[in-house]
């Protein structure tokens, strides 16, 4: 029996059908909804959890790779001004004493670290018990049993009111873990998509370096823009790779949100 079929049980004995109302049988039947919804929550946490896993397992390969490799041929370069490339954004924080590819090193550097403390890059190993404390299947505290038994009305009143916040709880909770594997989702799949123009661009700034050096300003237009492009895209990168995914109310934090809105421009803008 569902806690709505309960509720319209009681529901039914409020309004005096005693006939069609069996209050008797409440207490069994939410002991077996407390159980439903105790699996249904684990469930989905899991489910969550094995995705921001894997989530995890991607970012760091990546800002432990391709960044640290991004950083070392960027501190390079002489220089540097990307007021030269007006039509890309996010790239003023470059232009800031050169903090921005320092802090990415830094990043990379912690990343590594986290590689070979855990070995072998399982998406096991970095999901597990991240949402414990999101997922906490609610309580129904008190339920006047003995009076809903006796038809008492406003026991059973109270009763439903208690019975349906319980249920909203185990609804909203759910349906939090699935938002949260499906923002996991979306967040993986970007930094892959990113990864790889990320690899090109990697491959355009040791071109240049190889051919013009590492004054920036001795690059040709098109040479700069293909830098630009390259820490546009490490710039969303590590956005995406911030150590905390989740806000401590399990909530996406702003910053994710907006470089997942970013990253989806820039991609469409790129194409394939």
């Not at 041929?73 to 903090?99: A, I, Y």
């Not at 923002?183 to 370096?209: N, P, V």
């Not at 399990?250 to 910053?255: H, S, W």
Request: proline share 1%.
């Amino acid at each position: 029996m569902s806690i709505s079929f309960i509720l319209r049980m009681i529901s039914s004995a409020v309004s005096g059908n005693s006939s069609s109302a069996k209050p008797e049988s409440i207490n069994g039947e939410v002991e077996r909804a407390r159980r439903r919804a105790t699996k249904r929550i684990n469930r989905a946490k899991v489910r969550a959890q094995d995705e921001l896993g894997e989530l995890d397992r991607v970012r760091i390969t990546l800002m432990s790779g391709d960044m640290k490799k991004f950083t070392n041929l960027f501190s390079q370069l002489e220089n540097v001004d990307f007021h030269d490339c007006e039509n890309l954004t996010g790239l003023d924080h470059f232009n800031k004493e050169r903090k921005n590819w320092k802090e990415l090193e830094n990043l990379s550097a912690k990343a590594m670290s986290v590689v070979t403390l855990t070995g072998a890059m399982d998406a096991v190993g970095f999901g597990a018990g991240v949402l414990d404390t999101f997922a906490i299947v609610p309580q129904i505290k008190g339920l006047d049993i003995a009076a809903a038994e006796k038809h008492d009305t406003a026991a059973l009143r109270e009763m439903g009111i208690r019975l349906q916040a319980f249920q909203q709880e185990v609804k909203r909770l759910c349906t939090r873990m699935q938002e949260i594997r499906r923002e996991a989702r979306q967040a993986e799949d970007a930094l892959l998509d990113l990864s790889d123009y990320f690899e090109d661009g990697i491959e355009d700034i040791r071109r240049i370096q190889s051919t013009s050096g590492n004054d920036w300003k001795k690059y040709t237009p098109a040479q700069k823009i293909l830098i630009g492009r390259t820490a546009q895209i490490a710039r969303l990168i590590r956005a995406l790779s911030e150590v905390r995914f989740l806000t401590d109310g399990a909530d996406l934090r702003p910053e994710i949100r907006e470089a997942l809105e970013a990253s989806e421009e820039l991609l469409d803008e790129l194409g394939a």
